[in-house]
């Protein structure tokens, strides 16, 4: 039997009440598709934190110690992950930041790559930084699934977040680049403890991602329920920053593409007073990190 497409897409115009309870809906529905509504609604599990290395900040005035740790992500999967603290004592900001098809949680701390080092630069900057492997293509857990566990994963790098005393759990980002670009979209949208998001080299539609894209976005139920345009708007109205290059060709994260499913997230956002909290911010590169523009984002949002 074919399922209409898209039936719990957002209609525009309607109150912040309906609006919320429409989120709220979504949101429940996917925890269920994503095969996580048992994590998500059940017990808080212990982090069981295990330290495996301070890594040697190559510049002594860094500012900041960098960690490799493993962390309990379900009662029984451990997942790595890399951490960095400032320097000092006092209450900072935290960024989740994910990586692409291709790399691992070191990736995004790599200077010389697609990523800039967005993860270090933030380190520099005196944010708390944590970065978990997204990239895997198998299931770990029996009755699981891909982007349920990944998405998970990132879940648990909030909770260190909000169970480390040094960082002030109202203000969480979190950011990444293409498939990282995606997991930031679900992060925001299904964990209201992220403040402000940057989801970079992703901003697309589903049929687009049909085609030339590896297929670990799709799963049982989503494109009946959604397109993209309605994930990122269960994360109306806190900020969001979208950034597409111009160099994307339109068999992949095509700026046009881009400017029109933005159009479908804004209504959500206007409805829920947030009109001016989602961008699209295009710069001249291609798949990559705009670095200034992400900084900006987070210093303006997660700073004050
Ligand atoms: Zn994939």
Known sequence: MLLPMRSGRYIPGISAEAARAWQEDVRAELFRYLHLDDLAGGPAIPL?????SNIASTAASAGFVRSEITLASTLTRRIDAVVTLPEGDGSVPGVVCIHGHGSDRRGVYATDSIYKGFATELARLGYATIAVDVGQHEVCEEGRLLMGERLWDCRRAVDW??????????RIGCAGLSLGGEMAMWLG???L???????????????QMEQNHCMCWKFDGLRELVDYADIYALTAPRPL???NGLQEDETQFFVPLAWQTLE???PAY?????AGNVSLHVHGGGH???LPALVGFFEKHLKN
Request: aromatic residues 4%; charged residues 30%.
């Open 48 to 52: 069981d934190e295990d330290l495996v």
């Open 161 to 170: 977040f909000t169970s480390h005393p040094r960082v002030d759990a109202a």
């Open 189 to 191: 949208a299904m964990d």
């Open 193 to 207: 403890r992220i403040a402000a998001e940057v989801s970079a080299g992703f901003l697309t539609t589903m049929d």
């Open 241 to 243: 920053q979208c950034q």
């Open 264 to 266: 479908e997230i804004e």
């Open 270 to 274: 206007r409805d829920l007073g947030g």
């Open 288 to 290: 990559e990190i705009d």
